[in-house]
Nanobody
Framework: QVQVVESGGGLVQPGGSLRLSCAASGNIASIDAMGWYRQAPGKQRELVANIGGSTNYADSVKGRFTISRDNAKNSMYLQMNSLKPEDTAVYYC????????????????WGQGTQVTVSS
C-alpha cells in the first residue's frame, strides 16, 4: 500500500507566498514522476507543474511557482509566489509509484488535496 499526503495550504493575501509539500509513503520501490494539480470550484482539474526527467509548468504559473523534489524523502514541494486570486483551488499531489515486489507496475497515486485560498 502506498499513499501521498499534501500539506501547507491556507489563506494568503494576493501577492503572498505559500509552500506546499507532498510526502509519499508505503511500500515504495521508486517514483517515476510527481506532479501538482489543482481544481477550482466549477472547473476541471488541471496540471500546475510536474517533475520527472524534466520539469513542466502551466503557462499561468510560469515564473511564479517552483516545483522541486527530494528523492531521498520521497517528497515534492511547490513554492508559490506572487499568488493571485485565480490561484485559489484545491491542490492535489500525484505520484507515479512503483512498489517493491511489483516494480513493473506504476501506481497512479493521488492525495486528498489541500485548499489554497488567495483573498484580501
Amino acid at each position: 500500500q502506498v499513499q501521498v499526503v499534501e500539506s501547507g495550504g491556507g489563506l494568503v493575501q494576493p501577492g503572498g507566498s505559500l509552500r506546499l509539500s507532498c510526502a509519499a509513503s508505503g511500500n515504495i520501490a521508486s517514483i517515476d514522476a510527481m506532479g501538482w494539480y489543482r481544481q477550482a470550484p466549477g472547473k476541471q482539474r488541471e496540471l500546475v507543474a510536474n517533475i520527472g526527467g524534466s520539469t513542466n509548468y502551466a503557462d499561468s504559473v510560469k515564473g511564479r511557482f517552483t516545483i522541486s523534489r527530494d528523492n531521498a524523502k520521497n517528497s515534492m514541494y511547490l513554492q508559490m509566489n506572487s499568488l493571485k486570486p485565480e490561484d485559489t483551488a484545491v491542490y492535489y499531489c500525484n505520484a507515479k509509484i512503483r512498489q517493491r515486489g511489483s516494480a513493473s507496475y506504476v501506481r497512479d497515486t493521488w492525495g486528498q488535496g489541500t485548499q489554497v485560498t488567495v483573498s484580501s
